[in-house]
């Protein structure tokens, strides 16, 4: 069946149209870069070292920012004037009670108010991989109770202190190759709609949980083991925007800011809430060796060091999340479930990325070269915005 010409016109320019409103839209994003990555702090264990031992193992490794799965009272107190700042869960069980905006507020003066201010909560998770979680009732819960809970925190003024997101899989992703066709699932494209607006409207950020590790686990045969790892020299040129992907993370991560710009939204920022990769697993479980687990989280802890974004958005840094701070033995599942941590509950380490060492040695480097290094990626993105207008108009003169 032959398309319409204006059709045909419209669809050519979409990609490179996106582009451009992207660069242009984070060139105006206010977001401070962080000072380092975060980690999540997992308790789905009967062995784990007291919240007040996990505060100084933190310190230790420099990590100023974690994410907890609930809003567990004694890590909230333990952590108090502390530099640590905080993601608390609310977990999905309590979605659809939540969706009350009085038992929202409940939530907020039982769990957040009375750590304030000495506690630095600076984002709630409502709920985690909601959207794909198969329960209807429970996707359709999740906005009212995001909203109860942002209400909430507006009652009590501080509303501009802590965001209010939501935690998705990669799987609300329909599309993710290459990173310029990256789309949304058709079937959430309503409640997506609705959650992209809030984020806009509230400046909060964009939660993903991405694991290459996955994608080489389900088909190890054609992902290179190098590019999901961090090692890859070439890696992947997306055929769209002209840019480079040395690695799936980053890969993945544009696929959403893409799938988020087909909304109309070019101003939300995305961060990794989880990745990681597991150090023990099952005999199906290709890659989940304690090697690999090393490579890829000291590639990634070395990458956040230098300040990295991705090539769609260079700058700010991208947010990241390591998954997780320990293995926990009581997590179900395969085994790989139960052996993501970096650390042993006795306090070992599985394996070592260089944490305290690299930060401190890192961060003189980083202040020498960030003035350089923004110059650079400032004209890198102005080069790329000059070739997606050239690549818009050459293909509407055809």
Not at 50 to 79: E, G, M, Q
Not at 179 to 203: D, I, N
Not at 303 to 314: F, I, S
Request: glycine share 6%; proline share 6%; hydrophobic share 40%.
């Amino acid at each position: 069946m032959m398309e319409a010409p204006l059709f045909v016109f419209f669809k050519q320019i979409t990609i490179p149209f996106m582009f451009v409103f992207i660069l242009f839209s984070s060139e105006f994003e206010t977001v401070e870069q962080a000072s380092a990555l975060g980690i999540n702090y997992g308790q789905i264990a009967n062995n784990l070292p007291s919240p007040d031992h996990v505060l100084r193992l933190l310190t230790s490794l420099h990590i100023t920012k974690a994410r907890i799965y609930d809003a567990n009272p004694k890590i909230l107190s333990a952590f108090a004037n502390s530099t640590i700042e905080l993601i608390v869960t609310v977990p999905n069980e309590a979605l659809p009670w939540l969706a009350s905006p009085t038992q929202a507020a409940k939530w907020i003066a039982t769990n957040i108010t009375p750590f304030i201010p000495n506690t630095k909560i600076t984002g709630i998770a409502v709920g985690n991989e909601v959207f794909t979680c198969q329960d209807s009732a429970l996707i359709g819960s999740v906005m009212s109770a995001m909203v109860g809970i942002r209400r909430g925190l507006a009652e009590q003024g501080l509303d501009s202190v802590i965001h209010v997101s939501t935690a998705s899989s990669l799987a609300v992703l329909a599309n993710s190759y290459p990173p310029s066709m990256g789309s949304f699932r058709p079937e959430l494209a309503e409640v997506m709609g609705e959650f992209l607006r809030f984020l806009s409207e509230t400046g909060s950020p964009f939660w993903i949980n991405a694991y290459p590790y996955f994608a080489y686990k389900g088909d190890p045969e054609r992902v290179p083991l190098e590019y999901v790892l961090f090692e890859s020299g070439s890696g992947m040129l997306d055929p769209n925007t002209g840019l480079e992907y040395d690695n799936m993370l980053y890969a993945q991560v544009d696929a959403v800011i893409f799938a988020i710009a087909r909304f109309g939204y070019g101003d939300i920022q995305v961060s990794v809430s989880e990745t990681g990769w597991p150090s023990k697993g099952d005999e199906d479980e290709m890659g989940a060796t304690v090697e690999n687990a090393m490579i890829y989280n000291r590639n990634l802890v070395a990458r956040q060091l230098e300040n990295e974004g991705t090539p769609v958005r260079p700058t700010p840094r991208l947010e990241v999340y390591l998954f997780a701070l320990f293995n926990e033995d009581l997590k179900p599942g395969p085994t790989s479930e139960r052996n993501y941590g970096l650390y042993q509950p006795d306090g070992t380490m599985t394996y070592n990325v260089g944490l305290s060492a690299a930060t401190s040695t890192a961060s003189v480097s980083a202040i020498n070269s960030s003035a350089s290094r923004t110059r650079g990626v400032k004209l890198k993105r102005l080069w790329y915005c000059i070739i997606a207008i050239s690549l818009t108009f050459q293909i509407s003169m055809r």
